[in-house]
């Protein structure tokens, strides 16, 4: 396996070097296509731009420029992506290197340099895109360890066969008798190391989530392959006459390896799907994240606000179970209000109503801009059974998936997921989801300032649907006693969120405790609290994507005391100008409202919590 070891090393020589491009080409597993564009030294390209873009006031601005700059890094990124896909693949990981730090040169030599030209929108841009860079290089170098974990189940057979299929990308010349042999050669290995994984040789060296993700990669490099043996099938002859019989066995190779990994690295028996794998990031890598996302706190401050959260909202609950002469013991309260769901079919009805409710109320007391192309073109679907078990609770956006009974599901099931998504809790669920939660948020973002979509956050676009719920609360939008109940059990489900989600990444608790942490202190369902678990830790979320929703919440909650509670802006305007300025880390998007000069250096430094509960007349708009 020199050939493996030689791309690591290449690897790590292209990391440490910033990626230089004077590498030995017999190094690498093919030599990419680069562009007059990509070898462009900074100057050149600035100077291009200037000349192709059209002037105002009769010379071009450099804000312009950046603007541009992180527009051709949008769609260059995307060009990228799409060519160099295979994700386990050196080649991808050195090109994308290559192109971060060339862009990221340009961004120091042609825009710092200008800096005090920039203004604030321009200062924020630079920001954004520098910490944007940074980010995406300290993925690669993340990715790379994570493949390097993944050797004892590739390293034996797949590269080779990414080297195949990145060939066909650049349609090069090859024999079909070497393809041949290479997946005759594969095969064979990965027959040998399926055996060793059911005899339990690689259980001690491959942790159970490597091994996770391991079968993500080997399902992937499989789509690659088919699609590359039905690019030259039929069409070359000789590919044909020395290829054919090696295929047909082979992804009933990598399929029965798949089954191995699963059943004896994973933990998941044939026939069942439920297992929850994660890996903790440890307390540096939430750091590093947090770094990213512009939050000066640590993670133990940030636990420490889930807690005092959770405080408030038990304390609001128990005023409201005691309204509902249920004392202080508001578990009871809430499962009398689960009870109160509709009947099988009725639930997407319910949706509309609901969503319209939100609708009339915010524009009645006018809080938000809702545009009617926004109010109008919605549309409903409803969630597979298996999705429900990811997630248990509507999704929405571009549109509204509704999670709700199957007559496929058993008699608990049905009962457990119609008792989860009952008549107080979709209440809060559906203005969340649309508007004036994600889907006023998609409309707005899909319009203006659009390149800064890149910079999506969870802090802002899960944050700000959730500060919906915190601000309607304020307003009295929950009048009655269940109504109350329904909001508070999101708010403590946010809370939750914020604890179990950091003492996990922190190796302080283990995924079956943060089920009954939902559980028994946020009244789950235990279907829907081993849903939320496995959603959080399965590998499609960021470490602090779950904080995000709550945290996000009380940074906007704090910026809306700050503009609207001083009488800077009305509470509509407030709100329109956090959609039109898209997408960012919260603190910037305050220096943008404010006015605020930054400095290149920025570090984050907004305290923005300070535990208060209380909305003023000033800031109701």
């Given at each position: 396996?020199?050939?493996?070891?030689?791309?690591?090393?290449?690897?790590?020589?292209?990391?440490?070097?910033?990626?230089?491009?004077?590498?030995?080409?017999?190094?690498?597993?093919?030599?990419?296509?680069?562009?007059?564009?990509?070898?462009?030294?900074?100057?050149?390209?600035?100077?291009?731009?200037?000349?192709?873009?059209?002037?105002?006031?009769?010379?071009?601005?450099?804000?312009?420029?950046?603007?541009?700059?992180?527009?051709?890094?949008?769609?260059?990124?995307?060009?990228?992506?799409?060519?160099?896909?295979?994700?386990?693949?050196?080649?991808?990981?050195?090109?994308?290197?290559?192109?971060?730090?060339?862009?990221?040169?340009?961004?120091?030599?042609?825009?710092?340099?200008?800096?005090?030209?920039?203004?604030?929108?321009?200062?924020?841009?630079?920001?954004?895109?520098?910490?944007?860079?940074?980010?995406?290089?300290?993925?690669?170098?993340?990715?790379?360890?994570?493949?390097?974990?993944?050797?004892?189940?590739?390293?034996?057979?797949?590269?080779?066969?990414?080297?195949?299929?990145?060939?066909?990308?650049?349609?090069?010349?090859?024999?079909?008798?070497?393809?041949?042999?290479?997946?005759?050669?594969?095969?064979?290995?990965?027959?040998?190391?399926?055996?060793?994984?059911r005899a339990g040789d690689l259980k001690s060296t491959v942790s159970e989530f490597a091994a996770y993700r391991a079968v993500s990669a080997v399902e992937e490099l499989q789509s690659h392959l088919t699609e590359w043996y039905g690019f030259y099938a039929t069409y070359d002859p000789m590919f044909d006459w020395w290829v054919k019989q090696e295929w047909q066995q082979f992804p009933s190779k990598l399929s029965e390896l798949v089954a191995a990994i699963n059943e004896h690295l994973v933990g998941i028996k044939p026939g069942e799907?439920?297992?929850?794998?994660?890996?903790?990031?440890?307390?540096?890598?939430?750091?590093?994240?947090?770094?990213?996302?512009?939050?000066?706190?640590?993670?133990?401050?940030?636990?420490?606000?889930?807690?005092?959260?959770?405080?408030?909202?038990?304390?609001?609950?128990?005023?409201?179970?005691?309204?509902?002469?249920?004392?202080?013991?508001?578990?009871?309260?809430?499962?009398?209000?689960?009870?109160?769901?509709?009947?099988?079919?009725?639930?997407?009805y319910l949706v509309h109503e609901l969503a319209n409710e939100a609708v009339e109320y915010v524009t009645k007391h006018d809080m938000v801009t809702i545009p009617r192309i926004a109010n109008e073109t919605w549309r409903t679907t409803m969630m597979s059974p298996a999705a429900q078990k990811v997630n248990p609770f509507f999704l929405g956006g571009t549109l509204i998936q509704v999670s709700y009974p199957t007559n496929s599901m058993s008699y608990s099931d049905k009962m457990m997921i119609m008792r989860g998504n009952n008549r107080y809790f979709s209440r809060s669920t559906v203005f969340h989801e649309m508007n004036p939660g994600h889907h006023l948020q998609y409309y707005y973002i899909s319009r203006y300032k659009t390149y800064r979509g890149m910079f999506t956050t969870p802090f802002w676009i899960e944050g700000n649907a959730f500060y919906w719920e915190m601000i309607l609360w304020d307003r009295g939008f929950a009048a009655t006693p269940e109504e109350k109940i329904g909001m508070l059990f999101w708010r403590m489900h946010r809370a939750l969120r914020i604890i179990f989600s950091l003492k996990f990444h922190l190796n302080l608790m283990t995924p079956q405790e943060c089920i009954d942490m939902l559980v028994e202190k946020g009244g789950h369902e235990r279907a829907t609290a081993e849903g939320e678990v496995r959603r959080s830790f399965n590998g499609d979320y960021s470490p602090l994507y779950q904080a995000g929703y709550m945290l996000g919440a009380l940074q906007f909650y704090a910026l809306r005391k700050e503009i609207v509670g001083r009488g800077s802006m009305t509470e509509r305007a407030f709100h329109d100008a956090i959609l039109k300025q898209n997408q960012m880390p919260i603190e910037m998007l305050r220096a943008l409202l404010k006015g605020e000069h930054l400095n290149w250096d920025h570090k984050p430094s907004w305290k923005f919590y300070d535990g208060s509960h209380k909305d003023t007349k000033s800031h109701r708009g």
């Open positions: 396996m020199r050939y493996f070891y030689v791309l690591i090393t290449l690897f790590i020589f292209c990391i440490s070097s910033s990626f230089e491009t004077n590498v030995d080409s017999k190094m690498v597993l093919k030599k990419p296509r680069v562009s007059p564009r990509d070898g462009a030294e900074p100057h050149v390209l600035l100077e291009t731009r200037n000349r192709t873009s059209t002037p105002k006031h009769g010379k071009s601005s450099i804000a312009e420029d950046l603007t541009q700059f992180i527009q051709d890094i949008s769609v260059d990124e995307r060009d990228l992506n799409d060519f160099y896909s295979i994700s386990i693949s050196p080649t991808r990981l050195r090109r994308l290197g290559e192109y971060y730090t060339e862009r990221q040169n340009e961004l120091v030599t042609v825009f710092r340099s200008s800096w005090d030209e920039l203004g604030v929108d321009g200062e924020v841009d630079w920001l954004l895109i520098r910490g944007y860079l940074k980010r995406q290089q300290d993925s690669l170098r993340s990715i790379w360890v994570q493949l390097k974990d993944l050797e004892p189940v590739l390293k034996s057979w797949a590269p080779p066969l990414v080297e195949l299929c990145e060939q066909r990308e650049e349609v090069i010349r090859f024999e079909a008798k070497d393809a041949a042999q290479a997946l005759s050669d594969s095969g064979r290995a990965v027959d040998a190391l399926a055996s060793s994984i799907d439920d297992a929850i794998v994660g890996q903790p990031v440890g307390r540096d890598g939430i750091l590093a994240d947090l770094q990213a996302e512009i939050i000066p706190y640590s993670p133990e401050e940030l636990i420490k606000i889930g807690e005092t959260e959770y405080d408030w909202c038990e304390k609001e609950m128990i005023k409201a179970s005691q309204d509902l002469g249920y004392g202080k013991d508001w578990l009871k309260a809430l499962e009398y209000v689960k009870t109160l769901h509709v009947e099988p079919g009725e639930q997407i």
